[in-house]
């Protein structure tokens, strides 16, 4: 729909892609909350959201605990994604490919780190083990370890999946339990000293709100702007490529994180490869254009390097999307602005959005209806770290 049915609505919610979506959903069949929500999107195709552009990764291998445990979380909802929707026999099972991520260390820091992480993660029952390089190379003997001396890694909940098909039921469930969606841009946010009062859109029409999400992705510091607040969030260009090999392996390739940053892993009887720009520069949002010098320069030489297999590939598919990037410390953004109460960001998640959209948005509608999170405690990545100076770093970020 192009225009609200309502003059008013208790949370309205900028940006209808996967967080909006996933916030939208829980908040709708959450006990406690009754209100009418509305979500406003500027493309309701989503053909440039980062959210059709993403991988539908999945991985435990984090270096913050609450960075696990939401991807636990994640794990646990993909795996039961029909009964989390009800049990409604039309919600499709979604299947965890689990090949495992693969990160592997060049130098003894690396590997302690690496270590050091491990620990991290089996303390809350994940399955990473740290091996060594024969161990690596008897389990994979398609790498090239010369200059390797380990690797974390882990075959349990870790791997991909299909985002798609979860942003689909977020939005279809979330319109079923009454959410209205519209298409349209907000042009304008009206705020006092202490709260939001209501948005406009372009199109002129002005809608007051209890509570305002900030779901806009890359775009979430022009959202937060217009209600005379900052968020180090831009837009960051990152590439992937779908490739045939002449040599398939014979097994399955983990997603594998090389120490030069370009990441593969198998895709189907495809594989598919990524990387950032060498130069990574914050970006127009509607800059899509391709460096198609990228394959040949970066990724097919270090692919065929790490894999001796992939020396003969073809590209059958690329493109390229926008990470939501955090510069401040490349963790996710949450919670309520200190200055304005009821405007609570959602945004910054630099890549490992889509695995974590389901802890995030379950957490974000716990605030909005309860006043704290209740499940998982979300408070490590409060926006206002921002302004207090004190970063929450994540280590593994790809």
């Not at 409604?88 to 495992?100: I, W």
């Not at 890694?153 to 469930?173: A, P, Q, S, V």
């Amino acid at each position: 729909m192009t225009t609200a049915q309502h003059s008013s609505y208790d949370v309205i919610i900028i940006g209808g892609a996967m967080y909006g979506s996933s916030v939208a959903w829980w908040l709708s069949q959450m006990d406690g909350f009754d209100g009418r929500i509305l979500v406003i999107e500027r493309d309701p195709t989503y053909e440039f959201a980062s959210t059709s552009h993403t991988n539908s990764c999945i991985r435990q291998q984090f270096s913050n605990r609450i960075n696990v445990q939401v991807s636990q979380f994640g794990a646990e909802f993909i795996k039961n994604f029909r009964d989390f929707m009800g049990g409604d026999p039309e919600v499709p099972h979604l299947p965890l490919q689990s090949y495992g991520y693969m990160y592997l260390a060049d130098t003894e820091a690396f590997a302690d780190t690496l270590k050091e992480a491990q620990a991290v993660q089996n303390g809350l029952g994940a399955a990473t083990k740290f091996m060594t390089r024969d161990e690596i190379a008897t389990a994979y003997p398609f790498y090239q370890l010369d200059d390797i001396i380990g690797a974390n890694h882990n075959l349990i909940d870790e791997g991909y999946f299909d985002g798609g098909t979860m942003f689909d039921w977020f939005k279809r469930m979330a319109r079923r339990n009454g959410v209205e969606y519209l298409a349209g841009e907000v042009a304008s946010i009206t705020h006092s000293k202490t709260g939001v009062e209501s948005v406009t859109l372009k199109a002129g029409d002005t809608i007051a709100c209890g509570t305002l999400v900030n779901a806009s992705g890359p775009r979430a510091a022009v959202t937060a702007r217009m209600a005379g607040l900052d968020i180090p969030v831009v837009a960051r260009k990152r590439y992937t490529f779908i490739f045939d090999a002449a040599q398939p392996l014979d097994r399955d390739l983990p997603l594998t994180i090389d120490p030069s940053g370009v990441h593969m892993r198998s895709e189907g009887k495809y594989y598919l490869a990524g990387c950032p720009p060498d130069v990574d520069l914050d970006v127009a949002f509607d800059d899509f254009e391709f460096d198609h010098s990228i394959w040949q320069e970066k990724v097919w030489p270090i692919i065929a390097t790490r894999v001796p297999a992939f020396e003969q590939v073809k590209v059958i598919n690329e493109w390229v999307g926008h990470y939501a990037y955090n510069t401040f410390d490349q963790n996710a953004l949450l919670g309520r602005s200190e200055t304005l109460s009821n405007f609570i960001f959602v945004n910054g998640f630099s890549g490992h959005g889509l695995q974590q959209s389901p802890a995030m948005g379950r957490g974000i509608a716990e605030l909005i209806t309860y006043g704290a999170y209740r499940s998982l405690d979300l408070s490590p990545f409060d926006v206002n770290r921002v302004a207090r100076g004190e970063k929450f770093v994540e280590k593994a970020v790809i």
